[in-house]
Each structure stands twice: as C-alpha cells, then as structure tokens.
C-alpha cells in the first residue's frame, strides 16, 4: 500500500490542533484533495434495482443499491467492526488507527477502497431516504387533498365522512412515525461510518445532520 495514503488520512489530529485563521496545511490541502478525488472515482448515485423490503435492514439496503464490496473485503464496515473489537476498542485512538492500517497493510487493501466503500455506503442511505421521503410526501398530499374533499361534504354525512378524516390522518401518522424512526437509525448507522473514517480523514467527508423533528399532530376534527 502507498505510503502517502497513509500520510493523507491521519492528519486529522494536526488540523485540530491548527490555530484558528492559520492557512491550510500543504498535508492537509492534499488530504482533502484525495477524498475530493475519491469522491469523484464514486460515479453518480445509486440506482436501486431491487425493491427494499424491510427499511431497517441496512444491508438489504446496499444489496438493493448493488453495493460491491472490494476484492479484498476490507469494507468500512469490516474497519468498524475492527474498531469495536474487544483486542483494541479501549486503546487510544492512535494506536487503534495504526492496527487497522497494520491490517489493511497486510493484505494489500488500499486505504482509499475502504474511503471509497464508505462513501459508497453514504451516499445510498442518502438517495434512500430522499426515495421515502418523496413517496411520503406524495402520500401527505394525497390524503390531505382527499381531507378537503371529504371535509366539504361534512355537514352532509357527519358521521360517514369523520371516521374517514380520521383514517387517513392516522395513516399519515403511521407512515411518518415509521419514516422518522427509521430516519434515527439512518443517523446512527452514518454516525457510525462516519466515526471509523474520522480515524482517516482530515476532512469527513460522512454526513451525519440531526434528523428534523417530527411535526405536530394534526388535529382531528372531534378536537374542533
């Protein structure tokens, strides 16, 4: 494995310790040109080919989005697990950062391909959620169309129509408890991505935003 590889994803430390307003690094400017250039070699986002079943499966997920793994099957995954282990979990930070490179090393594994993986990996969990989030939002509309519809037809058929504004509110909510449930997951697997490549990168390059709130609950129309 390159050496300069090496030199680029641990320099994480030095920027921290950077006086604020000194001018970058030439290591640093070259540790983030390297994920800039991974990033590029990652192509467009993924297309999934496969219906997702189960949401909360993360590996379903990849397997939908035709994640590969490398060659030598050292993915981000694989590195975080390498990180809980119970050999070096309590080590200081240093030290379980050069065992994994020790173990990248030795079976030829390039440090960028594990980047790569983790990017890979990121960046289907983020056209996922846009995927949930569109077809939740087409479902709110929907029922909020159907709503004002049966809502001018209220004074007519009270009893008839209320028990369907009710269904459709609750549908809504059902689908939006399980998305931003599944949302929190979503950020807890990026945290974990992005904590094992903070051992790499100057730069993460792993988004890991909060999750939004839920909104409120609407009113149902007994509460009027």
């Given at each position: 494995m390159s050496k300069k590889w090496y030199n680029l994803f641990v320099s994480v430390d030095e920027t921290a310790n950077r006086p604020e307003g000194a001018d970058a690094s030439p290591a640093s400017s070259s540790a983030a040109d390297a994920v800039a250039e991974i990033a590029r070699g990652i192509?467009?986002?993924?297309?999934?080919?496969?219906?997702?079943?189960?949401?909360?499966s993360f590996a379903e997920i990849y397997r939908a989005a035709e994640i590969q793994p490398p060659s030598h099957g050292?993915?981000?995954?694989?590195?975080?697990?390498m990180l809980r282990s119970e050999h070096i979990r309590n080590l200081p930070r240093d030290v379980k950062r050069s065992s994994v490179m020790v173990a990248l090393e030795a079976v030829g594994a390039p440090l960028q391909d594990v980047i790569q993986d983790a990017?890979?990996?990121?960046?289907?969990?983020?056209?996922?959620?846009?995927?949930q989030e569109k077809t939740l939002n087409q479902l709110e509309t929907q029922k909020e169309q159907e709503n004002q519809q049966i809502q001018a037809e209220l004074d007519r058929v009270?009893?008839?129509?209320?028990?369907?504004?009710?269904?459709?509110?609750?549908?809504?909510?059902?689908?939006?408890?399980?998305?931003?449930?599944?949302?929190l997951k979503k950020q807890?697997?990026?945290q974990k991505i992005a904590d094992a490549?903070?051992?790499?990168?100057?730069?993460?390059?792993?988004?890991?935003?909060?999750?939004a709130a839920a909104p409120a609950p609407k009113s149902s129309p007994e509460s009027k």
């Open positions: 192509g467009p986002p993924p297309q999934f080919t496969a219906p997702v079943s189960n949401p909360g050292f993915t981000i995954e694989k590195v975080a697990e990017m890979k990996r990121d960046q289907a969990l983020d056209t996922f959620e846009r995927v009270v009893a008839e129509h209320r028990s369907r504004i009710q269904a459709n509110t609750d549908e809504v909510a059902r689908e939006k408890e399980k998305f931003f449930a599944w949302r807890e697997e990026e490549v903070s051992y790499f990168v100057a730069e993460n390059p792993i988004h890991t935003a909060g999750p």
